[in-house]
């Protein structure tokens, strides 16, 4: 039991690997609390994990992650354990990006991850430990992908530098960067229908050296690892859980 009397706190964790972590943290005797913007998968997962409370909250409205941290203050006190997984997704070649797609993508992966983690480092303390999902969108190139991979290109480099300010504080911040994971993230995609998905896999499939899509609960695992204790001597890692496919292409 490596979280057992943590205060855990998931932003974007009613759905996909969000949720697949609230789960483990949970079996593992963490006190968890959760974000998601949809009110019916919030109740579904919360009505799934024992004592956990999920929380209405879009990661783009640093207000209302701040809300949510001050309810948690006001109830444990604090935050153990923080795991910053909300994001979107966004294809489009550059003649196709819109300011307002940029904008949208770039206020959830990035300015909205920056500020929940001032937001929620304000109430760590000492041995605290944060994983922010990254994604091998960052490490290389894919075409239609440019707004999405300067997103976590962007927070890839941020969080490497809060990993060195938190450094004094006691408090390790690593990332997970998934490759091709299937989520619902992977079906909201703005602008592909579900023939454009099923070729989006298709083509991901064929160049991943296992030949398979990840599931949420391999890249849960990998997040639980660097939060854990296990982890005890890692920060500023962007641990890539892609079935290989930056490493060995």
């Not at 949970?26 to 109740?43: L, M, Q, S, W």
């Not at 879009?58 to 948690?72: G, H």
């Not at 660097?226 to 930056?246: K, M």
Request: aromatic content about 4%.
């Amino acid at each position: 039991m490596r979280f057992e009397d943590k205060v855990v706190l998931v932003l974007g964790g009613n759905s996909g690997m969000g949720l697949a972590a609230v789960q483990a943290f949970a079996a593992e005797g963490a006190k968890v609390h959760f974000t998601g913007r949809n009110p019916d998968t919030i109740a579904e997962a919360e009505a799934s994990i024992p004592g956990g409370k999920g929380y209405q909250s879009d990661i783009a409205d640093i207000t209302a992650t701040e809300a949510v941290v001050a309810q948690i203050e006001a109830s444990d006190g604090r935050i153990d354990v923080l795991y910053i997984n909300a994001g979107v997704g966004g294809f489009a070649p550059l003649e196709g990006i819109t300011e307002a797609d940029w904008d949208h993508v770039h206020s959830i992966n990035l300015k909205g991850c920056v500020f929940a983690l001032q937001k929620a480092v304000r109430i760590m303390g000492e041995g605290g430990s944060i994983v922010v999902t990254g994604s091998i969108g960052a490490h290389g190139p894919l075409e239609g992908n440019g707004t999405y991979a300067a997103a976590k290109a962007g927070l890839a480099m941020a969080m490497k530098v809060f990993a060195k300010e938190l450094l004094p504080r006691k408090i390790r911040l690593n990332m997970v960067s998934p490759g091709p994971i299937d989520t619902p993230l992977l079906h909201r995609n703005p602008g592909m229908g579900p023939e454009d998905v099923a070729r989006l896999k298709e083509m991901m499939i064929a160049n991943i050296p296992m030949h398979r899509m990840g599931e949420s609960d391999e890249v849960a695992k990998a997040v639980l690892f660097l939060a854990s204790d296990d982890a005890s001597f890692i920060t500023g890692a962007d641990l890539l859980v892609d079935g290989g496919l930056i490493e060995l292409s």
